[in-house]
């Protein structure tokens, strides 16, 4: 078998480093230089790929957000119940190890950053769009199979994503309040409650 082109593997590294240095340093104090250490390769590396900080802190956004949506389709094909899937996607979405931490710092900065950018806004408006799909389409299924109450699938998915998206950014900002034991047991009991049949 033919071994991938160094280009080919150069970008994804290039950008899961960007995404790296970002969850570090943030958007403001991010430097090409930062994203190069990171990668392991040259400052005129990265510029060979892309133009601007700009160009990267776009590509790895839309990276980090595609990257997280690839890690769940094993989850969506493990053959379990839906009602299971669910179950699963929804431990998967937990600020629970380096990587999905990682991840999750990223999203906020899109966030952030995204409140001023149109092109943010549309990355994150299309990737999370099919990340909303991806749960109504759980939803769906385990109604389809009984183990989930009736009901528009669309609110449901909507109500556990935003209850997802707040639990975890109090987590990562350290609340007394909110540790990850809890914000597992706030969603596992809302899909019990509000989701399961």
Same mark, same amino acid.
């Given at each position: 078998m033919?071994?991938?082109?160094v280009e080919a593997e150069r970008r994804p590294q290039i950008l899961a480093a960007a995404?790296?240095?970002?969850?570090?340093?943030?958007?403001?104090?991010?430097r090409l230089s930062d994203v190069a250490k990171q990668a392991g390769v040259s400052s005129g590396t990265i510029h060979y790929y892309?133009? #601007?900080?700009?160009?990267?802190? #776009?590509?790895?956004?839309?990276?980090n957000l595609t990257d997280s949506l690839a890690r769940r389709h094993e989850l969506l094909a493990s053959g379990k119940d839906s009602l299971a899937i669910l179950n699963d996607l929804v431990e998967s979405y937990l600020p629970s190890n380096e990587l999905?931490?990682?991840?999750?710092?990223?999203w906020l900065a899109l966030w952030a950053?995204?409140? &001023?950018?149109?092109?943010?806004?549309?990355?994150?408006? &299309?990737?999370?769009?099919?990340w909303r799909d991806v749960?109504?389409?759980?939803?769906?299924?385990?109604? #389809?199979?009984? #183990?989930? &109450?009736?009901?528009?699938?669309?609110?449901?998915?909507?109500?556990?994503i935003g209850m997802l998206d707040g639990l975890a950014v109090q987590v990562l900002l350290?609340?007394?309040?909110?540790s990850l034991a809890t914000m597992r047991e706030t969603c596992q009991a809302f899909v019990r409650s509000g989701i399961e049949k």
């Open positions: 033919p071994r991938p082109s995404c790296a240095a970002i969850a570090s340093v943030g958007v403001p104090a991010l892309f133009e #601007t900080k700009k160009d990267v802190i #776009t590509a790895a956004f839309e990276f999905s931490v990682r991840a999750w710092k990223v950053e995204g409140s &001023r950018d149109p092109v943010l806004q549309e990355i994150n408006d &299309r990737l999370y769009g099919q749960v109504a389409g759980v939803i769906t299924a385990a109604q #389809t199979e009984g #183990t989930a &109450r009736a009901g528009d699938p669309i609110p449901m998915a909507n109500m556990l350290a609340s007394s309040n909110m």
